[in-house]
């Protein structure tokens, strides 16, 4: 060992103490590995510095003759033992760290408070020279009062304990405890953090988590379940309303096939009867957007099939009309036109069915015609890369052949029925001279038309390639070097 280290011992164990701190803190967090080997090298190089000069930190501190050498001492051996439990608190944290991962965080302090516990009573014992039993005796009552009064504290601690240790669910688990749904952010000895779909924080006690219902919606992975109810009238065919529901689901793309989507009768009372349509989804955030996406086209299906949601401010009976006429009323673009002009423009509709795989209109092809959807599920193929692909589907109320109707310009993608279909055809020479007189209305097939080319091109498109930097390693590994 080198003369100067021999010669101020306790002036090299204070600096090797400030280097542990100065190197702690400068390296950075993502070095975790770096930083637990520079602190196991750093407190063998202390321990040996202690060892080499008699601070043995399992005996009494030496210098008894000189009262500044003996508490410096003192204050090194017993530095030694809370050295020693912090670098051995690392080391179990890092492997605990790798094999249970952050969820095991709660498991690690209380490990950790447990070793600083035993190298304080160890100081104690073999530096301070004190009677350990007493100690733990005093200790052992004064823990007693404390236990009791921090009985609900305590209470949470352990139950921390057991949700780490069976783990119902994890850190970013979407979770529902006791109604309160939410985001797993944090659980620590005390209390686990949800972020709420409100973007607020609930903190849950660990005691009441342990003795609630939970929910956990991230498992299995990728698969969340969502449900929408609907309310029809009594008097309405439960076979009608099931096909009717069936389509709407068959319409929602973002449902996952498997598990399938379901309809299933709920509860039938004097007033109407409820329908559920269940299903998952693959991803947490997609629930909210596809609730409200199944719900339109449940409402819209069924209004297709003859049967409307039940409403509690609606009691009158709607008026009888043909299906063309009701099809011009839900519709988003026909919906301007005056009753009589409805009632006009409907004479000159026709219907059309097509069956579950037929070709409605083909890509490549000028329509001549406008198609509105009265009921089934539409399919919307593109082409890319020589593969067909769906890029939508589409349902009561929309159209198609705007394209050729407008400015004479192919059809951009295959329009096949996924489902049984219905659609209302309308001959372009009758309906040319209603969109030059009613420019709404053919502003608002122009904005259709956009969109759906722009939704097209950037479908159909590839996406550029990013050129990716090589580094100097990078050219010399290519080359063999």
Known sequence: M???????????????????????????????????????????????????????????????????????????????????ARTLTVLLGTLMMQRVGHTGRLLQDIVGAMIFLV????????????????????????????????????????????????????????????????RVTDIDWRATRL???????A???????????????????????LAVSVQVS?????????????????GCRPLLANPAPSVAFKTSVSGGVDYEISGFVPAMALK?????????????????AGVGLLSATESSTPPVMSGARALLERSS??????????????????????????????????????????????????IKGGHKFEAGRMGPGEVIGEAGVLSDQATLADFTAKTFCTLYRIEKEYLKPCLDARHDISEAMKALLDFRVHAAQALTQDAPVVPVKKGFIQWLRDRGL
Request: hydrophobic share 50%.
């Open 333 to 382: 673009i026909f919906s301007t036109l005056r009753q009589e002009e409805k009632e006009t423009f409907s004479q000159n509709m026709t219907l059309h069915t097509y069956r579950t795989g037929e070709m409605i209109l083909p890509a490549g092809e000028v329509s001549d015609h406008l198609f509105i959807v009265e009921s089934g599920v539409v399919s919307v193929m593109l």
């Open 2 to 84: 080198p003369s100067f280290i021999t010669d101020h011992p306790m002036f090299c164990a204070m600096v090797l103490i400030l280097i542990d701190i100065a190197v702690w803190r400068l390296i950075s967090a993502d070095l975790a590995n770096w930083k637990l080997a520079a602190r196991l090298v750093i407190f063998a190089v202390f321990s040996a510095v202690l060892f080499n000069d008699g601070m043995n930190p399992m005996q009494a501190a030496p210098y008894v003759g000189n009262t500044a050498l003996h508490l410096a001492a003192t204050a090194l051996q017993i530095g030694w033992w809370l050295f020693a």
């Open 119 to 182: 190298a304080i009573i160890a100081a104690m014992a073999y530096v301070l020279d004190l009677p350990v039993k007493g100690v733990l005796a005093t200790s052992g009552a004064v823990a007693i009062i404390v236990g009791l009064a921090l009985q609900s504290t305590l209470s949470d601690v352990f139950s921390g304990i057991v949700l780490n240790t069976t783990k119902p669910y994890q850190i970013d688990d979407w979770i529902s405890i006791d109604g309160t749904e939410g």
């Open 195 to 201: 972020q709420t779909s409100q973007g607020s924080m």
């Open 203 to 225: 903190v849950i006690p660990n005691s009441l988590a342990a003795k609630a219902k939970i929910i956990n919606f991230s498992r299995p992975a990728d698969m969340f379940g």
């Open 288 to 304: 909210r957007e596809v609730r409200n996406q199944l719900y339109d086209l449940a409402f819209r299906h069924l209004q297709a």
């Open 234 to 250: 009594p008097h309405a065919r439960p076979q009608v309303v099931i096909e009717a529901l069936e389509r709407a689901m068959q």
